[in-house]
């Protein structure tokens, strides 16, 4: 008897189609290490060789305009690109690769409105959903870093704002706060400590965001969305090879990219991490981190960015988990759950962990010196 086909593999079969790539459609793997999209491994079979491809389907209650996602990650992988193969080598393994369909577009919409989009798997590749050691972090520091390196010269504006308001803290909070009042899940009554707990932290949190509005730090191209996972490293040798997940790629701050990372490159922990006691600032790999990082950007940096650095770490920390947060009252509508109380469970370590980074902040930012 035949094998029906899941609605899924039909999917993934006519986004193959669409996008016109050469071979036999072999089977799929489901990638579950993202919050946000749904990611799939493509294999396909071409003149007796198998070929790798991400398919992924985008997430439009988060990406309201998806078209826009797609049009800043065609320009930036592009100008990389380009950068790249003016130095003589093969781009190939060190930007992504985005499939054109044969309207020229990097998207194809199916019949139930699915946005889908299809890049070529980057051979021999590896990523890490939790660093488990320091030469991994000072990699992924080099990768994020050596981005904005690249893109320092990007004409910013032309950047689309695919989500409005995406890291200013400020906002944030007031969001948190409407989700605090309206209780629409009706959980707020057993996380009155949690939600006490990140109206403490605001003024720190908001420090940043707060400069950056007076004109203190200045915008450039960011990635926006630096964990771990968002780095692809060479199986073999371990070298990093490029940074992926660039549907947030918008003009922000330097301290937030380097904070982004910190907070889970620099915990002890997971990020969904049960037992508190885990969850601590990791200063060998903070350290790591930096290395890899201000090494690549330390000579674009301005003076205060390079007091502030330590300080995104604390802002990005107390902003994700308080996004946790504010989900987990909301009825976890926005991130996937893999587990029932998951919003609150990682929002529980985000605050521990903030509450670690603002005790050793001094320490943090003596290392950021040190490599400055
Ligand atoms: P999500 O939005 O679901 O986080 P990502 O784009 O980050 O999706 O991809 C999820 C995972 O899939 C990555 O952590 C990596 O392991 C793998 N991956 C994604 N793109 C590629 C690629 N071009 N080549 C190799 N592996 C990839
Ligand atoms: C989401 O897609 P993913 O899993 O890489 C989220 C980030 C959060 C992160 C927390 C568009 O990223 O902002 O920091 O989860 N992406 C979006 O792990 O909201
Ligand atoms: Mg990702």
Known sequence: MAKTMSVEEKQIRAVVEIFQIEGTFKKFELIQSGHINSTYKVFVERHGEMKDYIVQRVNTYVFKDPEAVMYNIAGVTEFIRAKIKATGISAKRFVLHYAKTSNGEYYAVLPDGGFWRCCRFIDDSTSFLFPENEEIVEESGKAFGEFQKYLADYPVSDLKIVIPHFHNTVMRYETFKKSIEKDEA???????????????????????????????????????????????????????????????????????????????????????????????????????????????????????????????????????????????????????????????????????????????????????????
């Open 186 to 372: 009706r959980r707020r009554v057993w996380i009155e400590e949690e939600i006490a707990g990140y109206l403490e932290l605001e003024e720190i949190a908001t420090r940043l965001y707060r400069m950056q509005r007076k004109g203190e730090l200045p915008l450039r191209v960011t990635h926006n969305d630096t964990k771990t996972s968002n780095v692809l490293f060479d199986a073999a040798t371990g070298d990093h090879l490029s940074v992926i997940d660039l549907d947030t790629v918008m003009p922000g701050l330097m301290a937030f990219d380097f904070g982004d990372a910190i907070r889970i490159a620099g915990n002890t922990g997971a990020e969904d991490e049960q037992d508190l006691n885990n969850v601590n600032v990791d200063m060998a790999k903070f350290e790591a981190f930096t290395r890899g990082f201000v090494g690549k950007v330390g000579d674009m940096m301005t003076d205060n960015e390079k007091a502030t650095l330590a300080l995104g770490a604390v802002a990005m920390t107390v902003e994700c988990g308080m996004r946790f947060l504010t989900d987990y009252l909301d009825g976890d509508k926005y991130f996937k759950i893999h587990y029932e109380e998951q919003n609150l469970v990682r929002a529980r370590c985000h605050l521990t962990l903030a509450r670690k980074m603002i005790e050793r902040l001094d320490d943090m930012q003596a290392i950021v010196w040190k490599y400055c």
